[in-house]
């Protein structure tokens, strides 16, 4: 399947939140960061969430991807950076980590009701995760359906394959794996029934929109399928090889350093215009991206809003 015949005149992508957040960093070449005043500051924590408009012959379109962790922190954000939850089209969520959906229900309680929340398969199971040297699991909880069908706002619909959630925009369905270092970690587990297994994350989900002139912009929540196997399964989707932006989260936190190295490595010789890692990225990945990609990288902060335009 090609989607790359449809191309979006401009694309702002707004970080709800991130894992940092500083007010005196100047604005980015492509956008701009909110600036902190008096009573009012953007919450940062240890999860992700992102707005996105396309703007097709002058209509814009909005699309909702991931909630963060503190639903009150996620709903003052909003309200700072002028997002209206009632004017989003559609939703999408990456995979089914608390630190990704935490903030869905409040978020789908002021929403349209009869929209569209999209999920990839397994969403809803329960997760743990383990300590390094350690045979104890870490309950991380699990995104209730039962809850979203309650409420009666949103629609689930389950993409097991590429779906256009609004013009221009399009989640990837699952991931191809093509590179032979990006393993998917020992120590994140799924329950399914009443047994334990390591989780591979066949559901989990990437954005990707075609800005005209530019080429692709990819949005990743985790990248638990490691981000070179996610910017090759967007290439090989709409058939594009130019990358304008990499964005989200890489997944390299506590990743050993030759991992990193041949991450970067490979991004690299994609050539992004910009590379933007975030959330589970990890300080040291973060880092060595900065100085190997110096005339790419952004160091992203949460409020950050990014214009992608022909």
Not at 198 to 220: H, M, R, T, W
Not at 256 to 282: F, L, N, W
Request: negative net charge; contains cysteine.
């Amino acid at each position: 399947m090609r989607t790359g015949s449809l191309a979006v005149d401009g694309l702002t992508l707004t970080i709800v939140t991130d894992n940092y957040y500083d007010a005196l960093r100047p604005d980015p070449p492509i956008g701009k960061r909110f600036r902190a005043f008096p009573g009012a500051s953007i919450h940062a924590e240890h999860g992700f969430s992102c707005h996105l408009e396309t703007v097709i012959n002058g209509e814009s379109h909005f699309f909702m991807f991931d909630y963060g962790l503190d639903s009150l922190g996620i709903i003052n954000n909003m309200a700072l950076l002028g997002i209206d939850p009632g004017m989003v089209d559609a939703f999408g969520l990456s995979h089914g980590h608390f630190d990704h959906w935490s903030g869905l229900l409040a978020i789908l309680g002021r929403a349209s009701p009869g929209i569209h929340l999209y999920v990839g398969e397994e969403v809803f199971a329960r997760r743990f995760s383990r300590r390094p040297g350690s045979d104890d699991l870490i309950d991380l909880g699990r995104l209730e359906k039962e809850g979203i069908e309650r409420q009666g706002i949103a629609e689930i619909v389950e993409a097991r394959g590429p779906v256009e959630v609004i013009p221009g925009c399009y989640l990837t369905g699952k991931i191809g794996r093509v590179t032979d270092y990006e393993q998917d970690s020992p120590n994140l587990i799924i329950q399914k029934g009443g047994t334990f297994e390591q989780d591979y994350f066949p559901g989990e989900q990437a954005v990707v929109c075609n800005v005209k002139g530019k080429g692709i912009v990819i949005l990743s929540g985790c990248a638990h399928a490691g981000i070179v196997n996610t910017v090759k399964h967007a290439q090989h989707l709409t058939g594009i090889e130019e990358v304008h932006a990499v964005i989200g989260g890489f997944h390299l936190i506590n990743a050993a350093p030759e991992i990193i190295e041949k991450t970067v490595s490979d991004i690299k010789q994609i050539a992004p215009d910009y590379i933007i890692p975030a959330h589970c990225t990890g300080f040291e990945a973060i880092a060595f991206v900065a100085s190997e990609m110096p005339e790419q990288f952004i160091l992203n902060t949460a409020g950050t809003q990014y214009v992608f335009t022909r």
